[in-house]
Structures are given as structure tokens and as C-alpha cells.
């Protein structure tokens, strides 16, 4: 009989497959715990998660921005450089290098890409700590919007939440739309618009394979691989995301192989605006301010000046070279500073860029530190690690600073800061930083825009903004003003008045006895108004001052817009010895230039919102209202007539023939001393303003007048300004009656009249000293 055995039901496994199994179950019954506090932790976190508003109501800090009003970037102000665009403005190559870079499985997860996870969770076991992350962009855009940048399991489980929440409410095109403008690559820059622009100068669609790969690897580290600050970690990296655009499929090969060869050009100055309007920008940016003081830097507001771009280039490179000019007629006055080079152990040693730190570029004009000199060349430290040489003709300039006799706080030897620029022929050459400065401002005479204005030479030097801020006396360039005023009175512009000295008590000027005198001391006796204006005769000035009377005088030059207090009613008046501004010059040519008519300068067009609505839109006076008469038609017409001679034959004959054309008109304007150089002038489509002197006010050096100073800045603007501009002269009004001159030689063959005061016949103009040079 067999043995008896028990039978529970059961089949007992082996033993070995038991402690198999024991910690299978633990860890599934772990994972069951976890994955059950999870759920409870998801089930009261999720609900409690923030609203979406943020980001289905974007409205990014989007900075001021100013522009020319033909559509060109002026500058902008705020604490972050953005440029919003929408998915469909992102070149497809630029989505592909971000995808790339950061996300390559966007498209098909839901938020959180597991396999990236487990990839990152397996490097992190490996290497033993939290280094490696799987952030999407979906959890970028929550991390960005809604958390900080804390490294803890509290956080990455909130940002995978909100990542979830992200991609059941918005498409991926709306999440990759709000990464492409929101996350942060560095210079300031939020969003990849405002990184092409400042990187490279460029909007998005027209940068290379090899521009989009490397600010599609900005987001990693911003600063690490800032290709202005770390140019070969910015090139690695560039060069791993083009690696992975080539291995995903988004470029062939040859892409890959030229991408990689193609040399990049950084804009290393990202403070440069793509046209110097800085003074420009800056009113503008108080006129927005003053209208919009809440949040003008942040709510993306959209300033279009008056400028235009040509003009403006034109304006500011024609400052710069008469500034450079007259520099340059005044000597070299050697180093601009010294640095102790004791500490230097090499020409690359990067402590020359720290010296070189508190002396900016301007323009052209780059900081070097002499490295060692003599009396053939000088050899210096350009900023960056460029040594450059200078030679030859580019020594000519500082040689007598070469000298042992030079004085030893200004000789050039080693340690000395000089100031080097390339000329036309690629050469380097010694120059300088001026010490004077200047102004130009140019105008529509019909209706005020300012077409261009630069007050100053280097705005990072002085933001004193000379065209509006600085109050100089206009000298001769005021008379055009005592002459219009002489019309009116009953002087016609074949007056005849005496060139001859003259001399005042003390009882009449009110303080001290006054004897003038003409510009070179010299006399030609009775001329016609006319003439004396061209000849800008001192003499002549003041006595039709005198008989026009002083105080109808002051307050006749109001018309033009000048103000009465600043210029005191006595007959040094005649010769500009009042106060006036490049502004109000402006404001006072034009109404020679436009007929008659007072008209406002403004610089300010519009101000548009973020969605480009218009806020604000100048409303600007324009000739041609006879509510804005100034002067009597025929009084501008004759003045017209008179100022176009001055640029004939007079003080500033130079103008019509360099430009050679017979429809300018203008005034040059030297003061007392050569403290000012002026002229004026206009055609009849623009009306313009050079000015030149120091801000500490002093002798300009002799010569210095405005006719040598300041009148080659205005015509280098009008060569550029008026290319293509056919000559035109202005319609002659009703009233005015012409007979023959009588002149021989310079000089209209008629002269024009206000019919009342128009004689029978003409006297022959008296002859005059043709020996004497006319000077201003």
C-alpha cells in the first residue's frame, strides 16, 4: 500500500524561485506605493496648478524701439531685447536647428519625454548626481514662465505637470512660438528674432545654415556659449547642433561641410545702432516717456521720427569729417593718457585690454597703447590682440611729438594712448579725438520734419545735445534777419549805405563807448544792401539796424521765432550777439525758404502700440496757411534773391560752386574772437544748420569762419542730400516790380522792388574795391 500523502491544493515552487521572487515583489509593491503617492500628489497638485493666462495672454517686456520714418532702426530701450514673431515668420531651418539642439522628439511626446528621461536617469545612476537633465522645450516654457531655476525633485515634478497642462491646452506650434520669443540667449537678448539682430546684425530669414546652429545653441548656457564672450565654446557647441542637424536628416552633407567652413561675423559692439541717430533716439525716447511714463520700456511701443535714413548718414558723416578737418588744421597735441606697463609680460598679455578699457572706440577712431616708438614708426596694442603698425605718411601728423623736445606730458613713447585709424589705402594712421564740437540739423521747410539731426560729435563722448541744448551767439548768420526786418521799414535791395566806421558814445549804447569794425578791418565805402549782405559788411548791418529802429527790430525777429529776451535791443544786435540754438536757425531760415510762412520743427511722427495702432500722431503745420504768415511774400522773395548771392559770389561762394547749382541760399556766421562758425542755408527742398565750436567757448583759431568751419559740413550734406534733386527757385508773388541793376560783373542784371518802393529808374551801383577778398 502506497504511503500516505497530504494534498493541500497547492504547488509548492522551489526554493531557489522563491528568493527570486521576493524582491520582484517588494520593488513592484515599492513602485505600487510610489506610483500611488504620485497619483495622490498629481490628484491635489494638478488642480492647484496656475492659470494659463500667462501664456495664452503673452505679452512679453518688449522695449521701446525707435525708427527712421522710412522703417529703419534707430535704437531701442529696455532691460530686455526682444523682437516677437509668430511661428509662421521662423524659417523652417531655424525650428530645425532649435529641435536639434534641445528637443528633437518635440512633435511626437506629450510634454515629458520618457526615453530622454530614462536616458538622463541612467546617465545621472552612472555618474552619481543630478547632471544630466530631459527638459523638453514644453518644460522649458514652464520652467521660463512659472518657476525658477532651483535643481530639486519639487520643481522638476511641478514643471511636468504644468508641461502636461501646457500641451492639453495649447498646439505645438503655439508652445514652440512662445519658447522661440521667451527664452533668454544672453546680450540681453529674449527670443531668437532679437539674437539674430544683435548677434548678427540680421532678421531671421536671412541668416545661414551656419548663424541659425549657432544661436540654436545659445539656450543650453547663454553665457557660457556666448559667441561674444567665449567664441570657441560658442564654436564647439555650434558645432555639435549642426552635427545633429546633419544626423536627423534637416541638412545633407555638403550643408553640413559648408556650415562648418563658413567664418561667422560677430557684432562685437552690441551697443552700436545700425545708423548713428543717437541724439535723435534719445529725444524720442523723452517725448515717449513724457507721454507714456508707466510702461513705455516694457509694452513694445513702435517711435517713427521725421528722419530719413540718407539724410541722417549723410548729416552724421559729414559732421564727423568738417570736425576732423578743422582738428586736423590745428596740430597734434599729443598722447591722450599714459598706462603704466610695468606688469606686462607680452604684447598678448590680456591686461592690455583691461587698460584699454576706459577709452571707447569712436567710430573710426580706435584706442591703442604704444608698445615702443621712435622717430620712423611706432608700434602699438590695438583692443582685441591686434598690433598694429604705423609708418610712413601715417606718422606725419604726431611727428613733432616724436621729438626729444616734445613736451614730456604729451611725447609719444611706450605706454602712451594714441588714437589710430585706417585711411583709404589700409594703412594706419595717428589721429586724434577732437576737442571741439558741432552741430547739424536739416529740416522740410514746408512743414518742419527734420529729415536729420546730429548734436554732437560722439554722443558716447557728451550726450549735451548741441542742436536743441546749446544757446551761442549766431554772429553774421543773424543778419539775413536785420535786413528782412530793413525791408520792411522801406529799404529795397538797392539801398545805398556807407561801409564806413563808425562809432557810438556810451550815452547811446547804455554802457560803454562802442566803435566796431568790419571783419578784416578794411572799408569800401557806400555799397547797395544787396552787396553788403554778400560781403557780410559789419558796417552796413548796423546802421540799417539804427535806422529801423532797435526795438521794432526785436520784436520783428519774433515772427521767425526767435525769442525777444534773448536779444537785447541795442545795435550789437546787428552783428548776432544775441543767444540762438541750430533749432531755432532752422525755424527762422525756413520761413526765407518757404515763402513767408512760420512753421514748427518736429521729430516725433507716431507712436504705435505693440499690435502697431497708432497712440499718438503729430499734426504739423504747413506753409502755405495764411494763418501762418510771418513775413510778406515779397519780403522773402527779395531776401530769397539776396541770400542766393551771399552763395554766388559772397562769403560762402564756395557752396554753389562746389555743388554747381544757382538755387542756394544761405548765410555764413562767424562771432566776435572766432568763438562761433555758422552758416544757414537752404534749397528749396531742405533747410539746413552747421555749426562748430568748443563747449567751453574759445578762440576757434585764426581763419576759423564760418565760410572755413562750418559751411564745408553743410555742403558735404547737400552734395549727398540734393544728387538727384533738379534745381528749383521760388514763384515770384504778385507785387514785385524788377528793373535793370546796372551792376557790371557780379551781381543780378535786374533788382527787384516791392512795386511802392520801386524807383523810375536805377542809380548805378557806387564802384567798390574789388582788391578787397570778401571774408565773413
Not at 229 to 239: C, E, F, L, V, Y
Not at 293 to 318: F, H, K, M
Amino acid at each position: 500500500m502506497a504511503p500516505f500523502v497530504r494534498s493541500t491544493g497547492i504547488s509548492l515552487l522551489p526554493k531557489a524561485l522563491r528568493w527570486l521572487l521576493y524582491p520582484i515583489l517588494v520593488v513592484v509593491g515599492v513602485v505600487a506605493i510610489a506610483v500611488a503617492m504620485v497619483a495622490v500628489v498629481v490628484s491635489l497638485a494638478y488642480p492647484n496648478l496656475p492659470s494659463l493666462e500667462i501664456l495664452t495672454d503673452y505679452r512679453p517686456k518688449i522695449p521701446l524701439r525707435v525708427y527712421t520714418a522710412d522703417g529703419h532702426l534707430l535704437g531701442e530701450f529696455g532691460e530686455e531685447r526682444r523682437a516677437v514673431v509668430s511661428i509662421n515668420e521662423v524659417p523652417t531651418i531655424m525650428k530645425q536647428a532649435i529641435l536639434a539642439a534641445e528637443d528633437e522628439r518635440f512633435y511626437q511626446h506629450g510634454g515629458v519625454d520618457t526615453l530622454g528621461v530614462l536616458r538622463a536617469l541612467y546617465a545621472n545612476l552612472l555618474s552619481g548626481g543630478k547632471r544630466q537633465g530631459a527638459s523638453t522645450i514644453t518644460q522649458q516654457v514652464a520652467k521660463n514662465f512659472f518657476l525658477s531655476s532651483e535643481k530639486t525633485y519639487t520643481r522638476k515634478l511641478y514643471e511636468a505637470l504644468l508641461a502636461f497642462k501646457i500641451e492639453h491646452n495649447l498646439s505645438k506650434d503655439q508652445i514652440l512660438e512662445l519658447y522661440i520669443n521667451q527664452i533668454f540667449l544672453g546680450q540681453r537678448a529674449y527670443g531668437f528674432a532679437a539674437a539674430a539682430q544683435i548677434y548678427f546684425g540680421k532678421a531671421l530669414a536671412d541668416l545661414t545654415i551656419a548663424e541659425v546652429a549657432m544661436l540654436a545653441g545659445l539656450p543650453k548656457a547663454p553665457s557660457a556659449y556666448n559667441p561674444v564672450a567665449n567664441p570657441k565654446r560658442a564654436r564647439i557647441r555650434q558645432q555639435y547642433v549642426l552635427r545633429r542637424m546633419n544626423e536627423l536628416g534637416y541638412i545633407t552633407d555638403q550643408q553640413y561641410e559648408a556650415a562648418l567652413a563658413q567664418p561667422l561675423v560677430i557684432r562685437r559692439d552690441i551697443t552700436d545702432a545700425p545708423l548713428h541717430a543717437e541724439f535723435v533716439t534719445e529725444m524720442a525716447r523723452q517725448i515717449a516717456a513724457e507721454r507714456f511714463p508707466d510702461d513705455v520700456y516694457t509694452r513694445g511701443l513702435r517711435v517713427y521720427t521725421t528722419i530719413l535714413r540718407e539724410d541722417q548718414e549723410a548729416a552724421y558723416q559729414s559732421l564727423r569729417r568738417g570736425v576732423l578737418d578743422y582738428d586736423r588744421r590745428h596740430g597734434y597735441r599729443g598722447a591722450e593718457a599714459y598706462v603704466d606697463l610695468g606688469e606686462i609680460r607680452s604684447e598678448q598679455d590680456e591686461a592690455l585690454d583691461e587698460l584699454l578699457a576706459d577709452f571707447q572706440d569712436s567710430e573710426d577712431l580706435h584706442p591703442a597703447i604704444v608698445l615702443e616708438a621712435d622717430s620712423r614708426k611706432i608700434r602699438a596694442y590695438r583692443r582685441g590682440g591686434e598690433i598694429v603698425t604705423i609708418n610712413g605718411e601715417g606718422l606725419k601728423f604726431a611727428a613733432r611729438m616724436l621729438d626729444d623736445k616734445a613736451p614730456p606730458n604729451k611725447r609719444l613713447r611706450r605706454g602712451a594712448v594714441i588714437r589710430v585709424q585706417n585711411d583709404d589705402k589700409g594703412s594706419w594712421r595717428i589721429v586724434q579725438m577732437p576737442d571741439v564740437e558741432a552741430a547739424f540739423l536739416a529740416a522740410d521747410p514746408h512743414d518742419g520734419a527734420i529729415r536729420a539731426l546730429v548734436g554732437g560729435f560722439d554722443f558716447n563722448r557728451s550726450k549735451f545735445n548741441h542742436v536743441t541744448q546749446a544757446w551761442r551767439q549766431p554772429g553774421s548768420s543773424f543778419k539775413p534777419f536785420i535786413y528782412s526786418g530793413a525791408l520792411e521799414r522801406g529799404f529795397t535791395p538797392a539801398s545805398v549805405i556807407a561801409d564806413e566806421p563808425i562809432s557810438f558814445p556810451a550815452s547811446v549804447t547804455g554802457s560803454q563807448a562802442w566803435e566796431p569794425k568790419n571783419y578784416d578791418g578794411k572799408y569800401e565805402g557806400p555799397m547797395r544792401m544787396r552787396t553788403a549782405l554778400a560781403k557780410s559788411k559789419n558796417m552796413v548791418s548796423i546802421r540799417l539796424l539804427q535806422a529801423s529802429g532797435v526795438r521794432f527790430v526785436q520784436e520783428y525777429v519774433t515772427r521767425f521765432g526767435f525769442e525777444a529776451s534773448k536779444h537785447p535791443p541795442y545795435l550789437t544786435m546787428a552783428l548776432g550777439a544775441g543767444s540762438v540754438t541750430p533749432w531755432e536757425m532752422v525755424t527762422a531760415y525756413a520761413v526765407f525758404a518757404n515763402g513767408g510762412y512760420r512753421i514748427r520743427p518736429y521729430v516725433v511722427r507716431e507712436i504705435q502700440d505693440e499690435k502697431k495702432q497708432v497712440l499718438a500722431r503729430a499734426e504739423p503745420v504747413t506753409a502755405g496757411d495764411e494763418n501762418l504768415r510771418a513775413i510778406d511774400p515779397r519780403n522773402a522773395y527779395l531776401m530769397d534773391s539776396m541770400l542766393r548771392d551771399v552763395t554766388i559770389y559772397g562769403t560762402a561762394a564756395r557752396a554753389s560752386a562746389t555743388l554747381r547749382r544757382k538755387d542756394l541760399a544761405g548765410k555764413t556766421g562767424t562771432t566776435n574772437e572766432h568763438v562761433d562758425a555758422w552758416f544757414c542755408g537752404y534749397q528749396q527742398t531742405v533747410v539746413a544748420c552747421s555749426w562748430i565750436g568748443f563747449d567751453q567757448p574759445r578762440n576757434l583759431g585764426a581763419g576759423e569762419t564760418g565760410g572755413t568751419a562750418a559751411l564745408p559740413t553743410w555742403i558735404g550734406y547737400m552734395a549727398r542730400i540734393l544728387r538727384n534733386v533738379p534745381e528749383s527757385f521760388m514763384p515770384e508773388p504778385e507785387g514785385i516790380v524788377a528793373l535793370p541793376s546796372g551792376t557790371s560783373g557780379k551781381g543780378p542784371a535786374e533788382e527787384l522792388f516791392y512795386q511802392e518802393n520801386a524807383p523810375s529808374e536805377l542809380e548805378p551801383e557806387p564802384p567798390l574795391d574789388q582788391s578787397v577778398k570778401p571774408e565773413d
